[in-house]
């Protein structure tokens, strides 16, 4: 190596402990695109839970209505929830501590406390915003907040990671508010928000920076 690339690679050095210091930069494409598949095959059991196996009106977003004996039907949408929920954040974790071995960084570091703090506290607000209004909210409302409620929260953590989770919340949100617009669609909206966008922001991610 010549002595005139010394400063050179100096600065790169200093410039990756800063962005490792500041930022969470070891998430994973195939993290995004998991959780979109995850999400879709969670979206489909849960309208079988709802409608039966056989579904003639994928378009349409029935009301549940919670007080009503449906106590069955409940649990099973929560252990179908609890599930996808388990198996996407297993997901991003592993795709993440392999992406971060292969790169020489730390996966836990105090920027990624930051990070799940930020993105925690809206998803949180969103879960109990739900479940204390319950019989209230139809099925479209419902899919709707979640769908916000998510969008807000990678917005929120956005500065401690990469600049494309910004992006890909704000277009969470305006999927949860066209949501809004058109409820009889929910399903559709709530299978494009964390399905389609996921996968096609885990493809972009994982071409741009190779993992």
Request: with cysteine; hydrophobic share 55%; charged share 15%.
């Amino acid at each position: 190596m010549k002595e005139n690339d010394q400063p050179l690679d100096d600065i790169k050095t200093i410039k990756k402990i800063m962005e490792q210091s500041a930022r969470f930069i070891s998430l994973s494409g195939l993290s995004g695109i998991s959780a979109g598949i995850i999400a879709i095959a969670g979206a489909v059991t849960a309208r079988i839970i709802i409608n039966g196996p056989v579904i003639h009106e994928w378009n349409y977003s029935p009301a549940l209505d919670f007080t009503e004996d449906n106590r069955r039907t409940i649990i099973l949408l929560l252990i179908n929830a609890a599930a996808v929920l388990a198996l996407a954040v297993s997901s991003a974790v592993w795709f993440s501590w392999r992406k971060a071995g292969r790169s020489g960084n730390r996966i836990w570091t105090p920027v990624t406390g930051r990070l799940l703090l930020n993105l925690s506290v809206p998803l949180l607000a969103g879960a109990l915003f739900i479940l204390l209004t319950p019989g209230r909210l139809d099925g479209g409302m419902i899919a709707a907040a979640t769908i916000i409620f998510y969008g807000l929260g990678l917005v929120n953590a956005a500065k401690f990671t990469l600049g494309e989770i910004f992006w890909l919340g704000i277009m969470e949100i305006i999927t949860g508010l066209a949501c809004l617009v058109m409820p009889g669609w929910a399903f559709i909206f709530w299978v494009f928000g964390f399905g389609i966008l996921h996968i096609a922001y885990g493809v972009f991610m994982y071409l741009k920076y190779k993992g």
